[in-house]
C-alpha cells in the first residue's frame, strides 16, 4: 500500500526543501546551556546557543540537577500509569499546591505537555452553544484545542481591542451561553505581551471568561516572574492560565493549567489528555519543586536577562536590523525572505552562533525570521559576539 503514496511523500519533501522551508534538526552533544556542542548537522564544536527557551538558564543549574538524581532515587522513573488509576505520587500534589499558590489561582492540574493542556481545556469547558474568542497569533496548541471542541469560533487581529470587541459583541448577540477569550501571553514568534489589563476589561464588559497561555513569561516576566498577569496586575482577573514547565521553569518537558478551582475539579474528570496520557515523570515533578524555590531569589537572573535583552536589541537597532519592537527576551530579526533566512542562519553557525531560521507555515508568508532568544546564561561578551556574527553573517550574503 505504501508504494503507492511513497513518490507523493517524496515530491512533497522535495517541494519543502526547495522552497528553503526544510527544518533540519542539528545534534547537540551537551546539556542545554548558553554554550552546546553540536556533533553533526552543522558546524562541529562550541557554539553560543542563542535559540532556546532557556530564559533563566537553569536546564542545567546544579541545583536542579542534584534534586532530579535525588527525586530518582526516592521517586523512581515513571509512573506507567495515568492520574486516577494509579498514577499520583506526593510529589504531584506538591507541585500542583506550589504553583497555584506562585501564580495566584485556586487549583492547578498536570499535564504531560502545556501542548496537552491547551489541547485539553477547550472541549471540557466548552460546547456547541459557547464561544471561543482566539487572538490570530496565538499558537498551535491553541488552534488545534479549539478545532476540537464544538465551540462557536471567533477571531480578533493580534491584539487589537477594537477587533476582539467587535466579536464579543457578535458572540454575545449570537446567544453563546459561555464566552471564553483565549490569548498568548507572549507571542512566540514575534516577543510581543498582549494587553491583558485591557481584554479582562473587555471580559468583564461581556460577561466572558479569560485563559492565558503563559508559557514565555512564568518565571522571568512580571516583578516576581510570574507572568503577564502580574506584570498587568490582573493575577485575580485571569481565570486560566495553561504553561509549560520545559521553557524557563527548567527547561525538561511538561504543562499545567492553573484556573479556578471548579475548572480544574472538572478537567480531573473531562479532559482527555489528562484521563488518557500518563503522568508527569516524578524526576520532572521533584526538579521543577526545586525550580520554583530557586524562583524565589532569581532577581538577579531576571536582572541580567533583562540586560542581556536591552543590550542585544539596542546593538541589533543600532547595526541597522529589523528587530521588532519590544523588550522580551524574544528578539525577532526580520529577514522577509525564507531561503535568506535559512542562509544566514547557516553563516551564523559558521561563526559560532546556534539560531534558527523560521519561515512559513511556522510564519506568514514572506515573514521570515531568524528569532533570536537571549538567557540569564549568557555573558555580556557572548551578546556582543552575536551581534558581531550577525554583522558579518549580512555582510557575506550580500556579498
Known sequence: ??????????????????????????????????????????????????????YLGLADHPDVVAAAHEALDRWGYGMASVRFICGT???????????????????????????????????????????????????????????????????????DMADLEQ???????????????????????DGYVAPLDEICDLAEQYDAMVMVDDSHAVGFVGAGGRGT????????????????????????????????AEIVALLRQRSRPYLFSNTLAPVIAASSLKVLD?????????????????????????????????????????IGDAAEAGKMAELLLERGVYVIGFSYPVVPQGQARIRVQLSAAHSTEDVNRAVDAFVAARAELRG
Open 294 to 334: 530557586l524562583l524565589e531569589s532569581a532577581g538577579d537572573l531576571r536582572d541580567k536577562l533583562n540586560a542581556n535583552t536591552a543590550l542585544f536589541r539596542r546593538r541589533m537597532t543600532e547595526e541597522g536590523f529589523d528587530i521588532l519592537p519590544g523588550d522580551h527576551a524574544i528578539a525577532p530579526v526580520m
Open 89 to 159: 505520587q506526593e510529589v504531584h500534589k506538591e507541585l500542583e499546591a506550589r504553583l497555584s499558590a506562585f501564580l495566584g489561582q485556586e487549583d492547578t492540574i498536570l499535564y504531560s505537555s502545556c501542548f496537552d493542556a491547551n489541547g485539553g481545556v477547550f472541549e471540557t469547558l466548552l460546547g456547541p452553544e459557547d464561544a471561543v474568542i482566539s487572538d490570530a497569533l496565538n499558537h498551535a496548541s491553541i488552534i488545534d484545542g479549539i478545532r476540537l471542541s464544538k465551540a462557536r469560533r471567533f477571531r480578533y487581529a493580534n491584539r
Open 167 to 189: 466579536q464579543l459583541k457578535e458572540a454575545t448577540e449570537g446567544g453563546a451561553r459561555r464566552k471564553l477569550i483565549v490569548t498568548d501571553g507572549v507571542f512566540s514568534m
Open 1 to 54: 500500500m505504501f508504494d503507492s503514496v511513497r513518490d507523493d511523500i517524496r515530491a512533497t519533501l522535495d517541494e519543502i526543501r526547495a522552497a528553503g522551508l526544510h527544518k533540519p534538526e542539528r545534534v547537540i552533544g551537551t546539556p542545554q546551556s548558553a554554550t552546546v556542542e553540536v556533533t553533526a548537522g552543522g558546524r562541529p564544536g562550541e557554539v553560543l546557543n542563542f535559540c532556546a527557551n532557556n
Open 229 to 260: 498577569p502580574e506584570l498587568h496586575g490582573v493575577m485575580d482577573r485571569v481565570d486560566i492560565i495553561t504553561g509549560t514547565l520545559g521553557k524557563a521553569l527548567g527547561g525538561a518537558s511538561g504543562g499545567y493549567v492553573a484556573a479556578r
